[in-house]
Each structure stands twice: as C-alpha cells, then as structure tokens.
C-alpha cells in the first residue's frame, strides 16, 4: 500500500531542496546586492541547502535503508543546521536594525542560548532521553525530548520581541518577512501536532527565508530608486544654479538701466524676478509632484523678465486650458530657459515660444515649441543633456516620458506626457 504520507513529505522536502538551491544560484550570480547583505544570504541560503538536503536525506535513510546510523547522522546534520540559520537569521535582523550584531548583547545571549541547544543535540547521539533512532530504523522521541526545543523557542521568543522593538527601523515587507521566519518553524510544529506523520518545518522555513531574501531585494530596489531621483534631482538644481550667475547678472544690470529709462516697468521687472527667484528656490526643495498652475507661474515670471532683457526679440504664448494635473518641479522652467538660452540672436529673427497643455487619454501632455535655430538630436551638446535630465526625471517621480522634436534650421518641440495613475490627487489639484 502506498504511504500518502511518506510521498507527500518527500515531495515536500524535495522541492525545498530545490527552491533553496535556485535561491543560492540567484545569489551567487546577483551583482547589484549589496556585498554586506549578499554575503548573509550566500551564508543563509548555504546552510538552508544543506538543511534540505539532510532532511531529504533523513527521510530515505529512514524509510529506504535498513542502517539506523544514516538516518541519525541525516537528522543530526538538520537539527544543526536549522540551529545555525535561527543564528544568522537573529544577526541578520540586528543589522537590518542599525544594530552591530558581534557586539550586540542579544546576540551573546541567543549565542549561549544555541551553545546549550548544541550540547543537547551532541548529548542525544548517545542516550535515549531526547531522541533515538531504533534498531528497525525508525525515529522515536524520549520523554525529555521537550528540553532540546527550550533553547530554540527561547531565541525565537528574543527574535519576536526584537523585531517588534525595533520594527520602526525596518520596512514594512522586512518587518513582515521576518515575522515570517520567527513563525515558520512555530507553525511547522502545531501543523505536524494536528496532523502527525507531516513534516512541514523544513518548507515553511524555505518560503520564510525567500520572503525574506525578496524584503531584501524590494528594500534595495527602493533605496537605489530613491539614489537615482536624489542623483537627478541635484543635477537639475546644479544646472540651474549653474546658469544663474549670470543670468542674475544681465537682470540687475536691465533693472539699474530701466530705473533711470521706466520706473513703472523697472518695478514689474523687480516683482517678477523676485517671484522668479521664490519658485526656483521653492522648487528645488521639492521630492514630489507639484501642480501644474505653479510650475506655470513659474515659467511665467522668467520668461516676463527675459522679454524685458530681449524686447522685441521674445514673444511668448500660452494655450494652456488643461491645468488640473501635477508635474515633477522644474521640469517646464529649464525648458523655456533652454529655448532662451539657445533660441535668443540679436541677429535673427525674434524667437517664439508656445506652451501648450491638453488632455489626453491616460494623463496629460505639455508641449513647449520654439522656431529658434533648432539643433541635432543626434548631438551630445548642452540642449540635449539639460533635455535628458528632465527625462530622467519624469520618469522616476511620476513615470512620465518626454520626446523631442528638433532640426537644425528649423526649430523644436518638446512633449511632455505626464500619466494620470501617476499624479495622485493632493490639495484638490488632481483631476
């Protein structure tokens, strides 16, 4: 008769030996883990293998053989071993807090507390009290047999209570994932007390563990996610405070002349450049998505003061009647610099500038337009780096995209398309 059971258990113990091996794979060829947190796991998932290994062992030794010391060397090599990864798994959390594990005094507990449950387990190979594999080769437990797992529960006990302290210092999914591995082996044994013959403690742990290897790789996403927006958002605030020297400068010099020409228009030319200069500042600071109505302003009082630098030669208009979306700051304002800067010949023919807003299906779009002298978008010249910062930066604080149209001779067109599910409602700005 065919032993459900029994099939049942090795297939199980199986297939965590084989989800534990791909793990360790993964991890070996992993480049973009951190070496501190790479190394926990290769030692984690190590020592994971080989407790899946000698419980696939144990369980053929024990019910294909006809030799009692296979099957107490296998069960010897699983107990250990699962003893062991409770001691990384305690370490890697304490670091995971902000905690130096070598020196943590929790960690010399849990250590003294997994010395005693190895000399329990060394002690057992050679009494009947705890465990005993029998002349017929089958597993029987003693009547001390709860001794061993005092030791085992005590440092999941300070595991629990450690992670439950010191969860502010954790992720969510981390928090969780941890939870996850303290639980497994409780879960195991209350599953195998309901339903005897199962062993589940060996599964369980390997999901738990890979729970807690994607929390690892989930943190480490987020946190270069957040470098990478960190990374652009200083190189747009450096471009733009690379370019204001001297644009500071022609604009106090047009001021110190319009005092004396036109008082009135000297005081609009204040007003506006101060505004300029408040949303600038204002704008840099920002993480998030701003409204669109505000990075509007903004590129209205810069471009109010460049018409008065270049009069006659600007002329700007706006067709803006879709205006209830977000955008990340200083996304628009480089733009229309950008076009000045690179748009603006004494020699030419004035430069026009557009900017146009529209809804579209699945979020909005932003168009600025110029009929300045254009340029390659073939080029690596300062028009097309400023445009790639501003790419990099829509898409990473709201999944947004960007496409330039541009030839030489024959002006530009910058589209912005800024997606909907990515422009949460905040203030009553949203649509």
Not at 108 to 113: K, N
Not at 158 to 179: E, G, Q
Not at 381 to 407: D, F, H, M, Y
Request: with cysteine; proline share 5%.
């Amino acid at each position: 008769m065919v032993d459900i059971t029994l099939i049942f258990n090795i297939a199980l113990s199986l297939a965590s030996l084989t989800l534990m091996i791909t793990e360790f794979l993964v991890i070996i060829l992993a480049k973009d883990i951190y070496r501190s947190a790479k190394d926990y796991f290769l030692l984690i998932f190590s020592i994971l293998v080989l407790y899946s290994a000698s419980n696939f062992a144990g369980l053929l030794a024990e019910n294909f053989m006809d030799n009692p010391i296979y099957t107490q060397i296998f069960i010897f090599i699983e107990s250990a071993a699962a003893s062991v990864l409770m001691l990384l798994v305690s370490a890697y959390m304490l670091t995971s807090c902000g905690k130096d594990a070598s020196k943590s005094p929790l960690m010399i507990i849990i250590g003294i507390l997994w010395a005693i449950y190895m000399v329990i387990l060394i002690y057992t190979q050679f009494s009947t009290t705890i465990y005993y594999i029998s002349a017929d080769n089958a597993y029987h437990r003693g009547p001390y047999y709860p001794v061993l797992l005092v030791p085992l529960f005590l440092i999941l006990l300070i595991d629990l209570v450690t992670a439950v302290v010191l969860r502010k210092k954790l992720s969510k999914v981390r928090y969780l994932s941890f939870l996850a591995v303290i639980a497994a082996p409780v879960i195991a044994l209350v599953v195998q007390l309901l339903f005897y013959g199962l062993i589940l403690a060996v599964f369980t742990t390997a999901l738990a563990a890979t729970m807690l290897f994607l929390s690892a790789v989930s943190d480490q996403i987020s946190i270069y996610k957040k470098e990478r927006e960190d990374s652009v958002r200083k190189s747009a605030n450096i471009a733009v405070l690379q370019m204001r020297p001297h644009f500071i400068y022609n604009v106090l010099t047009s001021i110190y002349y319009l005092i004396g020409q036109d008082p009135e228009k000297a005081q609009q030319v204040i007003f506006d450049f101060t505004n300029y200069l408040r949303r600038n500042m204002t704008a840099m600071t920002q993480e998030k998505t701003i409204p669109f109505t505000e990075e509007l302003e903004h590129i209205k009082a810069y471009l109010a003061v460049e018409q008065v630098r270049f009069e006659n030669q600007l002329f700007v208009e706006y067709d803006t009647p879709h205006i209830l979306f977000r955008l990340p700051p200083l996304t628009l304002q480089p733009l229309v610099e950008n076009c000045v800067k690179h748009g603006i010949d004494p020699e030419a023919k004035p430069l026009h500038v557009l900017v146009k807003t529209k809804k579209v299906e699945g979020g909005s779009e932003v168009t600025v337009t110029d009929d300045g002298p254009g340029f390659s978008t073939e080029s690596k010249g300062t028009p097309r780096v400023a445009l790639a910062s501003i790419k990099q930066r829509l898409l990473l604080v709201c999944s947004g995209s960007l496409k330039i149209e541009s030839e030489p001779g024959k002006g530009t067109t910058v589209t912005l398309f800024i997606p909907d599910e990515k422009a949460p409602r905040e203030g009553g700005q949203g649509e």
